[in-house]
């Protein structure tokens, strides 16, 4: 295993925030809200249809079974390596330690997820935990409009007057981010760096086979991808809050839904991951898979990973037992 002498390990994490070096953002309760939302976000609105558009209309025209499947190992690069590894599991949760080119290789593969930086994502990701389900959640399909669609996507149609001061809200959630040169870098660029990814694949498409696999390259590995990608991640948000079974009584309606884990490496046992955020398994079944979990343990054996959060059995215990005791009875 690595040890902290390696350039490439980083540093123990220093104090959040100086004035209150006790506070950690993930899990302070007390922490001020995003707020409600006040008016259409008309630009995120009108670049998330034209995306879906091109999609579409992209995949129908330039069809290819070679450019169908780069796309699908690009799903499993940017679900798997970037949003469940990079963003979730390691940047909001700091569930495992790895070198800095891991940790910077994982959160490029999340940037090009198209879910926005990777401080913005695991900022909203914080704010979720802290106020899951009240006011203050972003994304809830149980508030403020108690619908899968809120929940799904609308959400980040509107904008928040106190998340509009970008700096101010990262040195809140995400102060520990915040210090990462190479982050706040993918943060700044991220919508440069997926532009320039789509390049990329047009002239490897191009020196290949000409215009027309340049183009089935763009129309399936990012646009459809993309879309794809997107739909897999907000169903973590919308499904995993409303349908599904529960193995531990959580403040929350979190929900376990096979197939969402299916979709998203993992990140569908969403009842087991809010009863113990901290931990990288989220699998706690047998029957339970998780992707992620799995390959984290395979990088482990090669000492590429380390100091992996494994389940807290005796907090878990009391929370399972909770939720399969019976209702009291009145007197």
């Known amino acids: 295993m690595p040890t902290h002498s390696d350039p490439l390990v980083p540093v123990p994490l220093p104090a959040l925030v100086p004035a209150r070096p006790a506070r950690d953002p993930e899990t302070e309760p007390d922490a001020p809200s995003p707020g409600p939302r006040s008016r259409v976000r008309l630009g995120m ?70 879910q926005g930086g990777p401080l913005s994502w695991s900022a909203t990701h914080r704010v979720h935990h802290q106020h899951t389900e009240d006011e203050a959640d972003p994304h809830s399909p149980h508030n403020p409009k108690q619908s899968f669609w809120w929940g799904h996507m ?38 440069l760096l997926n532009v320039a990814f789509a390049v990329a ?43 599904g079974y529960r193995n531990y009584n959580t403040p929350d309606q979190s929900r376990n839904v096979w197939w969402v884990a299916a979709l998203t490496s993992g990140e569908g046992w969403h009842n087991n991951h809010h009863a113990d955020p901290r931990s990288a398994a989220h699998g ?32 878990l215990a009391a929370k399972a037992a909770a939720q399969t005791a019976p209702p009291p009875t009145a007197d």
């Open 284 to 315: 706690h079944k047998w029957w339970e898979i998780d992707p992620t979990y799995t390959f984290l343990r395979a990088l482990e054996l090669v000492g590429l990973v380390w100091d992996i959060r494994k389940p807290a059995a005796h907090a």
């Open 45 to 114: 609105a009108v670049s998330v249809i034209l995306i879906h558009v091109a999609a579409v209309a992209g995949g129908a025209l330039f069809f290819d079974w070679a450019a169908v499947a780069v796309a699908g190992a690009l799903v499993l690069v940017t679900t798997n390596l970037g949003i469940s590894c990079g963003y979730h599991r390691l940047l909001v949760h700091r569930g495992y330690q790895c070198p800095r080119a891991i940790r910077y290789f994982f959160s490029l593969c999340g940037t090009l997820a198209l």
């Open 201 to 243: 694949l047009y002239a490897v498409g191009y020196v290949i086979e000409g215009w027309q696999f340049g183009a089935a390259l763009v129309a399936w590995a990012f646009f459809a991808r993309i879309v794809f990608v997107w739909h897999a991640t907000w169903l973590v948000n919308s499904a995993g809050h409303l349908w």
């Open 154 to 191: 609308l959400w980040f149609f509107y904008s928040y007057p106190s998340v509009e001061n970008k700096k101010e809200y990262w040195a809140r959630y995400v102060p520990d981010l915040l210090r990462e040169p190479v982050l706040v870098f993918m943060e700044r660029f991220f919508v």
